[in-house]
């Protein structure tokens, strides 16, 4: 599966690196620039399929770098977000002149990951070509008590096409299983409430759930002295697979791909 493509044009290069690797695990390409001129030209050269573009550069500003790309009818369709620090009193005045400028979409620093990422997936969604044959997304549960676990993988779920349902604990995941019918479930192990384990046992008992594949995640592994207790608990507990915690992309999509070919 070809990755998206993200330009980043950015002269702060702490700011630059924290960006690219949310960016990054959220299964984004991103391409990273220091100045206006060479943001011009690697847009034009690369046409990517999203611009992050920072008002404030070494030489030409964002939001003429911004009009210069969205007055080109080649590349006037790439959408792009301006991001710049600026003093409170000012944001709505800069905002005004990021529209004026033709931007379509603008982000004060810091920037909040989660709006970040949620302004991308907006973006992206509204510029992608509509399929010839409408296909139904795959549907993923994920049950987990870690907020910031939850919303993290949601939003790369999302970012990858897949419809996705979320869950703080076994109970609630169990009720949600049976409602939304989902075609893939992920379920951490250790939850307040019901563990993982025991969710996952009383799932396949339920002749409604238990065809759906259920991966365990968890990082409970890591305090076996043999790691690969986990897996087997997971298997005696009738899982269909196990992942260790902290979960990169590229495995996460591994596995659902692995799971929902034969779906």
Do not use: W
């Amino acid at each position: 599966m070809k990755k998206t493509k993200i330009l980043f044009v950015e002269d702060d290069p702490d700011f630059s690196e924290a960006s690219k690797t949310i960016l990054e695990q959220a299964g984004y390409e991103v391409i990273q620039v220091s100045n206006g001129k060479a943001g011009l030209e690697r847009a034009k050269k690369g046409k990517p399929d999203l611009i992050l573009l920072d008002v404030i550069l070494p030489d030409i500003d964002g939001f003429s770098v911004c009009r210069e790309l969205k007055e080109d009818p080649n590349y006037s369709s790439i959408p792009i977000i301006l991001v710049t620090a600026i003093g409170a009193t000012e944001a709505s005045y800069a905002e005004h002149i990021a529209k004026e400028h033709k931007a379509d979409c603008y982000l004060a620093k810091p920037v909040d990951s989660k709006k970040m990422l949620e302004a991308i997936n907006d973006l992206l969604a509204k510029t992608r070509p509509a399929p010839k044959e409408e296909r139904k997304k795959a549907k993923i549960l994920l049950i987990d008590d870690d907020d910031d676990f939850l919303e993290a993988t949601r939003q790369i779920l999302i970012a990858h096409q897949y419809d996705v349902v979320t869950a703080k604990d076994g109970d609630e995941g169990i009720a949600k299983a049976k409602h939304e019918n989902p075609d893939l479930i992920f379920l951490d192990v250790i939850m307040s409430g019901k563990d993982g384990f025991t969710v996952c046992y009383e799932l396949r008992k339920i002749a409604q759930t238990r065809p759906i594949p259920i991966v365990m995640l968890t990082a409970v592994g890591q305090q076996f002295s043999k790691p690969e207790y986990g897996v087997d608990i997971a298997i005696d507990h009738l899982a269909d697979d196990y992942i260790d915690k902290p979960i990169d992309t590229p495995t996460l999509l591994r596995k659902i791909e692995k799971h929902l070919l034969f779906r």
